[in-house]
Nanobody, 130 residues
Framework: QVQLVESGGGLVQAGGSLRLSCAASGRTFSSYAMGWFRQAPGKEHEFIAAINWSGGTTYYADSVKGRFTISRDNAKNTVTLQMNSLKPEDTAVYSC???????????????????????WGQGTQVTVSS
């Protein structure tokens, strides 16, 4: 069982930065791949970024590549999403999620699918003003 709690959301002007954190409970955190998703009003749930169990492999949606960076600290049971050059279209509720690692399977194969994730946080609101 893994419980996830996000923090760090807020209001920022376009071009600004925010850093989201996701704190995980449970001793098996390091065995999970972690992902970030977002959902804006009236839009579909969207994959943003993922990181494998060790932190050595990351994967990003094209919409955020080069602007967002995902990282993790297994000693502290946290995963972080650094968001730079924010745009109004980045406005959404951001959620972190934990997926059981599929050893021997490339992260890119499954990390963008919502149904790959077993545990979800409540989400944190990010609002980017123009």
């Amino acid at each position: 069982q893994v419980q996830l709690v996000e923090s760090g959301g807020g209001l920022v002007q376009a071009g600004g930065s925010l850093r989201l954190s996701c704190a995980a409970s449970g001793r098996t955190f390091s065995s999970y791949a972690m992902g970030w998703f977002r959902q804006a009003p009236g839009k579909e749930h969207e994959f943003i970024a993922a990181i494998n169990w060790s932190g050595g492999t990351t994967y990003y949606a094209d919409s955020v590549k080069g602007r967002f960076t995902i990282s993790r600290d297994n000693a502290k049971n946290t995963v972080t999403l650094q968001m730079n050059s924010l745009k109004p279209e980045d406005t959404a509720v951001y959620s972190c999620a934990a997926a059981p690692t599929r050893y021997g399977v490339s992260l890119s194969v499954y990390c963008s699918r919502s149904d790959s994730y077993a545990y979800w946080g409540q989400g944190t609101q990010v609002t980017v003003s123009s």
